[in-house]
């Protein structure tokens, strides 16, 4: 769900033409939350 917010709040920014520091932020957390969701959840080995 992260992921989808953070497409969705960077695309915004690209939108409105608005490159503020937020329109960096989102765009790295988008990155972060969109690594994290393509790794998945760690495997717990026993």
Same mark, same amino acid.
């Given at each position: 769900?992260?992921?989808v917010?953070?497409?969705?709040?960077?695309? &915004?920014?690209?939108?409105?033409?608005?490159? &503020?520091?937020?329109?960096?932020?989102? &765009? &790295?957390?988008?990155?972060?939350?969109?690594?994290?969701?393509?790794?998945?959840?760690a495997?717990?080995?026993?």
């Amino acid at each position: 769900m992260l992921t989808v917010y953070f497409v969705l709040a960077a695309g &915004s920014h690209i939108r409105a033409r608005d490159w &503020s520091p937020g329109l960096v932020a989102s &765009s &790295s957390l988008l990155a972060l939350f969109g690594a994290m969701t393509v790794k998945g959840p760690a495997r717990v080995t026993r």
